[in-house]
């Protein structure tokens, strides 16, 4: 039996709350970052749901500060 993805649950999280946000990414950037430090936690583990992230990404905030 395969081995469940250990960051499954938070890519779930994602996915619903984007959902129910409209797909405005700010609104959700607390399950993203969840998500992120799962990734980080598990790196090295073959987890299809991280394979998407990039550790280089800017939350929006962080955007905000580059450009002032």
Known sequence: MPQKDPCQ?????????????RYIESRCEDVIRAMRRCCEL????????CSGFKHDHK????????NK
């Open 42 to 49: 598990h790196a090295g583990e073959n987890s299809v749901c």
């Open 9 to 21: 649950k938070p890519a779930c999280a994602i996915q619903k709350c984007l959902q129910a946000n």
């Open 59 to 66: 939350t929006t905030e962080e955007k905000a500060d580059q």
